[in-house]
């Protein structure tokens, strides 16, 4: 429970007391998630926990970095297939004279492969018997678009510590337990607002209806993998229920207001780099004539 206290990197705040440290498994998920998980993991390990990344021995994105340690596992694909992969989804977002339906297809083909791709990484890791029986932590941070850390920390019973934008089918929402009205709440791709007008709020709430089904289409098969894994009838919403911590790469100044649980916590911005801090202001005042005009005095700050 300490570790969970002291998850956000803050710049100014330097190592902590032994007594609040402890050992942080990181299940990243490949690609653009790693960016952010890569920043807080780094983090953690700086301020004295012991993190561990772990990750498939191909990835597109991920490797080793500061103040953190990697276990990999084995799989089934070589680097050229990842390749491939990128150079294909490359292909199919370039603008093309195909008609309407030949791009769905290409589309569907596309995230058909790489929802395989994320089963059998996932497969990998988890019914990896002599890697799972070995870890030994106190918490798991993960981002649960990909819930494999997820049903890893139930397996452990350890608590979960979820980095993420958002699931589009709003699972998120949903196993936090946050009320989400869809005549307030604006749903993913609809472009909608927090005001929406009566017909807006109709389709809004044709979305939301339908959500349950794109749930079921994204996540079908790691129900199965689910009841592989732990032995038990669960699916994945149940699981990412349990989780302790939600962290959303999300603010309130660039995002619409919705009603959230004391235990989501915004933290918009985590990834980006580290600007140099704004110069000093000095204001000073010069009386004329009975008025009061203000001066600003920029002082120039050294960089960073």
């Known amino acids: 429970p300490f570790l969970l206290l002291n998850?956000?990197?803050?710049?100014?705040?330097?190592?902590?007391?032994?007594?609040?440290?402890?050992?942080?498994?990181?299940?990243?998920?490949?690609g653009s998630h790693w960016i952010g998980i890569k920043a807080m993991a780094q983090e953690m390990g700086r301020r004295g926990h012991g993190v561990t990344v772990v990750m498939p021995e191909i990835t597109m994105r991920m490797g080793p970095g500061k103040h953190y340690n990697t276990v990999t596992y084995p799989v089934p694909y070589d680097k050229d297939y990842i390749d491939s992969l990128l150079a294909s989804h490359k292909d199919v977002m370039k603008k093309s004279a195909k008609n309407f339906l030949e791009k769905i297809s290409s589309h569907f083909s596309q995230i058909k492969k790489f929802m395989g791709l994320i089963h059998t990484t996932a497969e990998s890791l988890l019914f990896n018997d002599s890697l799972i029986s070995h870890l030994r932590f106190d918490a798991v941070l993960t981002d649960p678009v990909v819930p494999t850390g997820s049903l890893i920390a139930r397996k452990l019973g350890i608590p979960t510590i979820n980095?993420?934008?958002?699931?589009?089918?709003?699972?998120?929402?949903?196993?936090?337990?946050?009320?989400?009205?869809?005549?307030?709440?604006?749903?993913?791709?609809?472009?909608?607002?927090?005001?929406?007008?009566?017909?807006?709020?109709?389709?809004?709430?044709?979305?939301?209806?339908?959500?349950?089904?794109?749930?079921?289409?994204?996540?079908?098969?790691?129900?199965?993998?689910?009841?592989?894994?732990?032995?038990?009838?669960?699916?994945?919403?149940?699981?990412?229920?349990?989780?302790?911590?939600?962290?959303?790469r999300i603010d309130f100044t660039l995002e619409f207001p919705r009603p959230l649980m004391p235990n989501i916590v915004l933290v918009g911005g985590i990834n980006c780099n580290v600007r140099n801090p704004l110069p000093e202001v000095r204001l000073h005042n010069v009386f004329w004539s009975g008025k009061c005009i203000y001066f600003l005095h920029i002082v120039p700050t050294s960089s960073h």
């Not at 998850?7 to 490949?30: E, K, Q, R």
């Open 163 to 248: 980095l993420l934008r958002g699931i589009p089918c709003t699972l998120d929402m949903q196993s936090a337990g946050c009320p989400s009205p869809p005549s307030y709440v604006p749903r993913f791709f609809t472009g909608y607002t927090d005001k929406m007008s009566f017909k807006e709020r109709a389709v809004n709430t044709l979305v939301a209806l339908l959500e349950p089904l794109l749930c079921r289409l994204l996540y079908w098969h790691f129900d199965h993998i689910a009841y592989q894994f732990l032995g038990e009838e669960v699916g994945v919403a149940q699981v990412l229920s349990d989780s302790a911590i939600w962290l959303l």
């Open 7 to 30: 998850l956000c990197p803050l710049p100014h705040i330097g190592t902590v007391s032994p007594a609040f440290l402890g050992n942080l498994l990181v299940v990243p998920m490949d």
